[in-house]
């Protein structure tokens, strides 16, 4: 079975600076998306940035990227230049490829981003 | 304009109640899912439906039975509740096949007392 770990409960970075949090998986599938989810404190789970494991090419986002190094089974997300509305957990999630896994996301234990002013 | 939303928000009952979480999507979504988020914060995928048919059921128990009218609205009706069941229940949808994106409410934090 699939699992995904995010090794960082918590974490803190400075307004405008850089942040990378950390999340691996365990697969044994070749296809498969990896997402990265915000949760704010008011409970809303609002998509990041998405990655297909067939892509080479790292997802970016305007201040958000990854660094998705398939080998290792390692997707981490910067953020470059906090904010404090980015202040919230944030949840690696993987899916399996294949229409009957539409959905299912597997999750990791999140991570909790604290942005100082 | 709520694309997914779920009522209550907030819903306390006591052991061994009855209890029903609605959700309701305006995306025109075929695809709709209920997922737990227990008090580590921890999310898990429950069931979902896809136009109305149920297509993931993760050894949820017997007491948790979802209900989909159409394929705009997908409810959760919890028998006999128990305090281990006190989580938060997110409500969530996607257009199969196109985009994996899942648009989720914003939750229904049930406490059983």
């Known amino acids: 079975a699939q699992t995904v770990t995010q090794s960082q409960p918590e974490m803190s970075v400075q307004e405008a600076e850089t942040v990378t949090l950390s999340c691996t998986y365990d697969?044994?599938?070749?296809?498969?998306?990896l997402f990265w989810y915000k949760q704010p404190p008011s409970r809303q789970m609002i998509l990041v940035i998405r990655q297909e494991a067939y892509k080479q090419q790292n997802a970016t986002e305007n201040r958000f990227s990854v660094n998705f190094q398939k080998a290792a089974k390692s997707f981490s997300l910067k953020i470059s230049d906090s904010q404090l509305g980015d202040a919230a957990m944030y949840f690696c999630a993987y899916r399996s490829a294949g229409s009957s896994n539409t959905g299912k996301l597997i999750f990791g234990q999140g991570t909790t981003l604290q942005v100082k002013p | 304009d709520t694309a997914v939303s779920q009522t209550p928000k907030y819903l306390v009952t006591q052991m061994g109640n009855d209890k029903s979480i609605k959700c309701e999507q305006n995306l025109g979504h075929d695809t709709m899912y209920w997922y737990k988020q227990d008090s580590k914060k921890f999310l898990k995928i429950m069931f979902s439906?896809?136009?109305?048919?149920?297509?993931i059921n993760e050894t949820v128990p017997n007491r948790f039975s979802p209900k989909s009218p159409d394929k705009a609205h997908l409810n959760l009706h919890i028998n006999s509740l128990e305090l281990g069941d006190s989580a938060v229940y997110f409500c969530?949808?996607?257009?199969?096949?196109?985009?994996?994106?899942?648009?989720f409410g914003s939750g229904t934090q049930l406490s059983v007392l």
């Open positions: 969530a949808s996607s257009l199969a096949g196109v985009d994996e994106k899942l648009f």
């Open positions: 697969t044994s599938e070749s296809d498969y998306y």
């Open positions: 439906y896809n136009n109305k048919e149920l297509i």
